[in-house]
C-alpha cells in the first residue's frame, strides 16, 4: 500500500468515524505526512516500517531540536495510525510501540523572596473585603495551600487556640497543619468583620460580597487585584505563594520530609522538584540522616591515618 492511500484512509477514519475535532485531525494530518515523506526518502514502505527506522527519525527531530512534548505527540499518532491498520488485520506489527522520546524536563516554579512578600503583605486592610483577602494570602503563604484546599476551608477548620488547621487535599486526605502567628492575626481580624457579610448558619471561612463561599476564579482575581493595589510587578496566584512558602521552608531548615508533609505531597520527587532542591543538598541530607551512608568520625580518621 502506497503512504498517500494510507494516509488518506486513516484520516476518513478519524475524521468521520471516530469524529476528532477539526483541530486534533489537522495536527494527525501534519504528523503523519511528515513521518511519511521521512519514509519515502529512506525508501521504506508502509507496511515494512520497523522500529529502528521510527527511532532514527525520532532522533532526527531531537537532533533538529524538536521538544520532548512535540516528540511525544508525533510518536503517539504514528503509534495511532499503526494501532488502527492492525485493527482493520492490514499489519500486524506497531513499529512506535516501544519507541520513546527523552523525558521532559520539568521547569522550576518562580518565586517570591521574602522582602517582596513582606512588601505584599503590609497592606493597610480597613474594609472587610480587603481584611479578608489579607488574611488569605496569610494563609497561602503561611501553610502551603492549594487554591482548592483554602477554598473548601470551613470555620469549624480551623482551631486558633491550638494554633493548627485542617486541611482536606487531593483525594480527599486530610493533614493537620500548624498556623504561624501573622496567619492567626489575619483570621483573627477577619472573624471581627465577618459577621458583616454572612448568617450565623453559613460554614464556609472565605465568603463573597453576597456572604456565599469564594469561588476559585474570584479567589484568583482578588490576588491579583491585591498586587495591582501594592504596585507589584509580580503576577500573583496561590501557586506562587505555595511555591514560595515551600522554598523558604526548605532552605531555613533544610528538612525535606517536613516540607513533603506539610505540602501533603504523596511522593517526595514531587517535593524536590517544587522546592529548588539540588542534588547535593540531597546527598548531604542522605550522608546525614541514612545509617548505612553515615560514615563515623572515627572511620575518616582511620582513613587519614
Known amino acids: 500500500m502506497e503512504w498517500t492511500y494510507a494516509l488518506d484512509q486513516y484520516i476518513a ?15 494527525y494530518q501534519r504528523d503523519l505526512s511528515a513521518f511519511a515523506a521521512h519514509c519515502d526518502s529512506e525508501k521504506i514502505l508502509v507496511f515494512t ?16 531540536g524538536q521538544s520532548s512534548k512535540t516528540l511525544q505527540r508525533k510518536l503517539s499518532s504514528i503509534r495511532q495510525f499503526y494501532q488502527y491498520f492492525i485493527k ?9 510501540l516501544g519507541v520513546t522520546p527523552p523525558k521532559q524536563g520539568r521547569k522550576l516554579p518562580k518565586v517570591m523572596d521574602v522582602d517582596q512578600l513582606s512588601q505584599l503583605l ?3 486592610a480597613d474594609d472587610p473585603l480587603q481584611i479578608r483577602d489579607k488574611a488569605m494570602v496569610e494563609l497561602f503563604y503561611g501553610c502551603g495551600l492549594r487554591l482548592a484546599e483554602l477554598a473548601s476551608l470551613d470555620l469549624a477548620d480551623i482551631d486558633r487556640s ?3 488547621l485542617v486541611v482536606t487535599g487531593k483525594g480527599n486526605k ?21 459577621s458583616t457579610l454572612t448568617s450565623a448558619d453559613e460554614p464556609a471561612l472565605f465568603l463573597s460580597r453576597s456572604g456565599r463561599r469564594l469561588s476559585h476564579r474570584s479567589i484568583q482575581q482578588r490576588l491579583k487585584n491585591l498586587a495591582q493595589q501594592q504596585a ?24 525535606l520530609r517536613a516540607v513533603q508533609e506539610l505540602l501533603g505531597h504523596s511522593d517526595i520527587s514531587t517535593t524536590q522538584i517544587y522546592t529548588h532542591l539540588d542534588f547535593q543538598h540531597l546527598a548531604k541530607t542522605y550522608d546525614a540522616a541514612h545509617p548505612r551512608a553515615n560514615r563515623s568520625r572515627r572511620d575518616e580518621n582511620s582513613e587519614n591515618d
Open 13 to 27: 477514519y478519524i475524521r468521520d468515524i471516530r469524529r476528532l475535532s477539526p483541530h486534533t485531525v489537522s495536527n
Open 49 to 64: 516500517v520497523a522500529q529502528h527506522d521510527v527511532r532514527f527519525y525520532a532522533n532526527q527531530l531531537r537532533r533538529a
Open 88 to 96: 482493520i488485520r492490514q499489519c500486524y506489527d506497531n513499529p512506535a
Open 122 to 124: 503590609t497592606l493597610d
Open 162 to 164: 491550638a494554633k493548627q
Open 174 to 194: 486530610q493533614r493537620l497543619l500548624p498556623i504561624g502567628k501573622m496567619a492567626l492575626e489575619a483570621i483573627g481580624q477577619w472573624l471581627k468583620v465577618r
Open 232 to 255: 507589584s510587578q509580580q503576577h500573583l496566584h496561590p501557586h506562587l505563594l505555595r511555591h514560595s512558602f515551600a522554598s523558604h521552608l526548605l532552605e531555613s531548615s533544610g528538612d
